[in-house]
């Protein structure tokens, strides 16, 4: 390790960050944060959205609840939510950004944009499977084999 450049070993750092840290993470904070929005709906957003029947928005991402206060004028606060609105973002790739903010609610839709986070997440979801679930899989079995293995030998006999 110490003879090696340093971007190897950066790069490997940043390797192992994404597999065991930022992978999992993602993998498992995505349908918290949509059931999430599911069970605790902000019925303003919905609005802002202008929803049709059939259309079903998926919270995929909260900004905020920033405040800034200047001198002795009003407290401006913003915050943002990002939705996935099914079966549209299928379709067009769409992510919503519902901004509310001391003037009201505005919602800016940004195009190819659900593309993209289906397939960081989906990446995520394969990288936390295969360097995390499926080793403690394969030790599992492994020590379930070794057992009976020796349960077997032990009894005397081949099962």
Not at 46 to 56: G, H, M, N, P, T
Request: with cysteine; glycine share 8%; charged share 15%.
């Amino acid at each position: 390790m110490q003879g090696q450049p340093w971007y190897k070993s950066l790069g490997r750092t940043i390797w192992w960050i994404t597999r065991y840290v930022w992978a999992p993470f993602m993998a498992v904070a995505v349908p918290i944060l949509a059931l999430y929005g599911a069970v605790l709906p902000r019925e303003p957003d919905f609005d802002a959205l202008q929803l049709r029947s059939a259309q079903i928005p998926v919270l995929i991402g909260i900004a905020g609840n920033d405040t800034a206060c200047v001198d002795s004028g009003p407290c401006e606060f913003s915050s943002r939510r990002l939705y996935m609105v099914f079966p549209q973002a299928l379709t067009s790739g769409e992510i919503a950004v519902v901004s509310h903010t001391n003037l009201g609610r505005t919602v800016d839709r940004k195009p190819l944009a659900a593309y993209l986070f289906l397939a960081i997440w989906g990446t995520c979801v394969f990288l936390t499977w295969r360097h995390c679930v499926y080793p403690l899989l394969q030790a599992s079995n492994n020590r379930l084999e070794r057992s009976r293995d020796a349960s077997s030998l032990g009894q005397g006999g081949d099962r």
